[in-house]
DNA sequence: GCCAACGTTGGC
DNA sequence: GCCAACGTTGGC
């Protein structure tokens, strides 16, 4: 099972919104590396749930229910999308300060390239946060 | 609100 | 196909 991180700011789509619909496609991905990511998620990899913009931090995890299929609101029909399901909150949010603290999560992507909206975790860094946020 | 990073567009 | 200009994202 591989990990990811997915990015959204909570004045669009936020963690409670994730809960309450339980399913839910990721859509709007217009990003290429973002695109590419998301091609390579399998059923039953899992996803932080991060807020950028507004928190700065991992808010809870979801798993992937349905692999990559043309997203529903690009009309080029260029892009895809995944769904996602909400599996838990995390009990204590980690955030991007935390993150960027801890020298080991130096090559993060989400450090790295604070602009992409998915991205791989490795399943150190996986259970590093897991640990911090008490899952 | 500013600015750095980075993706996209369009002229050549 | 290159690259400058421009737009967008997201942290601060």
Redesign the pocket.
Known sequence: MAFWLV?S?PDAFGWPEQVKNKVEPWTGV????AAKNMSAMAKGDRAFFYH??IG?EIVGIVEVVRTAYPDPSDETGRWVCVDMKAVKPLKQPVT??AI?ADPRFADMALVR???L?VGPVSDEHWKMICDMGGV
């Open positions: 990015k700011e217009r990003n290429a590396l950028s913009n700065k991007l300060a960027k390239q604070s602009r909206s």
